[in-house]
């Protein structure tokens, strides 16, 4: 061990016996302190789902086929925590999922390795001064909230590519959110391909 790893020995001590202390709880301590921080419980978005459908990426046939999926419940955000965000998914994914399945019977995906193209919308601000519950430190965290929401085609002939073009530049959409950044708040979106 070299001399500038001893001169921070007695710097890092505290921090280090505040870890070990922090391995030795139980699943139990662990989630109580998580639980005990200030806001945890109630400063998460959580948005209501309901049943919705989706047209599929690259679809063929002439009957239009649905995917019966969840999406953002429409009456129900209110005032909630994270309805902004949740609200401007929505309407940046409006026309990219369906209400209905109108004139055919809605397919139910059943396998388990499927899984449905999304975008997430990122909101970041409130930087507040927190404790670690593991080292003891202080440090900065922002309120963090995210939400995502499958998408699919506005018609079957519609893939990936150009439904994320339309949801970017269209009035509303994923651009238009990133702009809303400012020195106090970060917002942005992630894209997330479908796995089959």
Excluded: C
Excluded at 141 to 151: E, L, N, R, V, Y
């Amino acid at each position: 061990m070299g001399f500038r790893a001893l001169q921070r020995y007695e710097s890092q001590k505290a921090r280090y016996d505040a870890y070990k202390l922090w391995l030795a709880k139980t699943p139990e301590q662990k989630q109580a302190l998580y639980a005990a921080i200030p806001g945890i419980s109630t400063g998460k978005a959580k948005p209501v789902l309901t049943a919705g459908y989706l047209i599929p990426f690259n679809a063929t046939g002439t009957i239009v086929t649905y995917i019966k999926t969840s999406r953002i419940l429409h009456a129900t955000q209110g005032a909630a925590v994270g309805a902004d965000v949740a609200n401007a998914l929505r309407t940046a994914l409006a026309g990219q999922f369906f209400l209905t399945a109108a004139g055919t019977t809605p397919v139910v995906i059943s396998s388990p390795k499927y899984k449905f193209a999304k975008l997430s919308f990122t909101n970041k601000d409130s930087f507040v001064k927190r404790v670690s519950r593991i080292t003891g430190n202080t440090y900065q965290k922002p309120t963090t909230d995210t939400i995502s929401m499958p998408f699919g085609g506005k018609t079957m002939a519609d893939d990936f590519d150009t439904a994320v073009a339309d949801i970017k530049a269209k009035t509303g959409g994923a651009n238009a959110w990133k702009a809303g950044s400012n020195a106090t708040v970060k917002k942005s979106y992630k894209f997330t391909p479908e796995e089959i």
